[in-house]
């Protein structure tokens, strides 16, 4: 075999799967990568492959086998290419994927991202060599901001913690991303200045439960409301988001922030897994329904124009025919415009894999069906509503087309929804708030046209 030479400039590319945490740790590795030097390029030019994973659903390390199957292709054409797996099955399988992909050399979880590019340069100057950072750390590990982007983006996310203290029965969260660590406040306010002075408009705070952020700070830190109002008053911050939340730690602080703080968008999801308090005592929440509904009635009365969207979980281990209908209830009473919605599986080592008795796949699924068919019964007549009102859009770029070619512009309004709209000037609103009359509601976005 030839003798392979390393290039200080490598090109690379990164595959993302999961949440929008890992999107932002992606989109951190890669601008990272860049100020280096290195060059990120499409897949088939790249020497260096990061993929970053997700172990929350079913069968993570199978569609990550098959991932890294494909990209062991690119072998055949330049044989100094490897490949780093970072994220939660990084954490969870750890170093036995060496024995089955020599070409992975860089094994990293989710505590170890900071590490990463110093990491990947080493792996680049010695092609012997392999690592693995998987080590949990005990604080929350500050990184290097890799600003400004290489592209004006109008929004971004910033991640204020790290890892989880609730121990749902069925998550696997904590095992795979650690106890809860969050970022110091001035970190966080530095880095949400720093986007702003960039042309940033929009925030999203991100977390495994940001309603929890600072509990594991010294005593007296500031808490999520205090962090809520601190960004919400840089200058520049048109928009602020966050997510996600765990219902038990949603304080008053927080529902009252949504009727105070202008730039704070009038959206929350708000995950509440089961309307069925056996259920839910079963998954280890520590709220009941009716415990929940209060903190969605609060929420209305705050800021009645509020959009609540949800996760929801079927076929949990034990859920009768009355649990699955109470959950279908609660998207009534609560008035989800959206829920993401999945069967439940085993995932390993998590309490719930104990328990029984668990229902069929042919359960599940069809359990699945009928709450999704209502949710998007109940979705398309909350859009429709909508029909004749001005929306204020943050446009991010180019949207669908229709049958008639004519090009149409895609953003986001207030509360997170997607709007397509015709502008004879579209390109030149890219990255700013416009105001679009919506004509025609689709199934799970709305048509419009923008206002001159």
Not at 230 to 245: H, Q
Not at 277 to 290: E, F, H
Not at 389 to 403: D, I, M, N, T
Request: aromatic share 8%; glycine share 8%.
């Amino acid at each position: 075999m030839a003798r392979v030479v390393y290039h200080p400039r490598m090109k690379f590319h990164v595959i993302t799967f999961g949440c929008q945490m890992n999107v932002a740790d992606s989109g951190w590795l890669g601008r990272s990568l860049t100020a280096m030097g290195w060059e990120e390029v499409p897949e088939d030019e790249a020497r260096v492959f990061v993929v970053n994973t997700c172990s929350v659903r079913e069968k993570p390390e199978l569609k990550l086998y098959s991932q890294l199957g494909r990209l062991a292709a690119h072998l055949e054409r330049d044989p100094s290419v490897f490949c780093a797996v970072g994220g939660c099955v990084a954490q969870q399988v750890g170093t036995s994927l060496w024995n089955r992909f020599p070409f992975v050399r860089l094994v990293f979880g989710t505590d170890g991202i900071p590490q990463a590019p110093q990491a990947l340069a080493r792996l680049a100057e010695n092609p012997r060599l392999r690592l693995s950072l998987l080590d949990f750390s005990d604080s929350y590990t500050e990184r290097d901001p890799a600003l400004p982007e290489t592209a004006p983006r109008p929004s971004a996310f910033v991640t204020i913690m790290q890892g989880c203290d609730n121990y749902c029965a069925y998550c696997i969260v904590p095992y795979v991303r650690g106890r809860q660590k969050s970022r110091a406040f001035e970190g966080i306010l530095e880095e949400c200045r720093a986007l702003a002075r960039s042309g940033v408009l929009e925030i999203t705070l991100l977390g495994q439960n940001v309603n929890s952020y600072g509990k594991d700070l010294e005593p007296g830190a500031p808490g999520f409301p205090e962090l809520l109002r601190a960004v919400a008053s840089i200058e520049g911050i048109r928009r602020l988001r966050f997510t996600t939340s765990h219902p038990k730690d949603l304080d008053p602080g927080v529902i009252a922030a949504f009727g105070e703080l202008p730039q704070l968008c009038p959206s929350l999801h708000l995950p509440a897994q089961s309307g069925s308090d056996a259920v839910l005592g079963r998954m280890g929440r520590r709220y009941t329904s009716a415990e929940y509904m209060a903190k969605v009635e609060a929420l209305r009365a705050a800021r009645p124009d509020i959009l609540l969207t949800t996760d929801l979980i079927v076929g949990f281990p034990g859920e009768t025919e009355e649990d699955f209908q109470a959950t279908l209830e609660l998207i009534r009473r609560a008035g989800f415009e959206c829920s993401f919605s999945f069967m439940y599986c085993d995932r390993p080592g998590v309490a719930a894999a104990r328990m029984e008795p668990k229902l069929s796949d042919t359960e599940k699924a069809r359990r699945l069906a009928v709450l999704q068919a209502l949710q998007n019964e109940q979705q398309e007549a909350m859009l429709a509503r909508l029909t004749g009102s001005v929306a204020q859009v943050l446009v991010e770029g180019p949207g669908e087309r229709r049958a008639t070619g004519e090009p149409a512009w895609r953003g986001r309004d207030a509360s997170g929804r997607v709007v397509n709209f015709f502008a004879p000037d579209g390109e030149r609103l890219v990255g700013s708030i416009a105001p679009v009359r919506i004509t025609q509601s689709k199934k799970h976005s709305l048509w419009g046209e923008a206002i001159p």
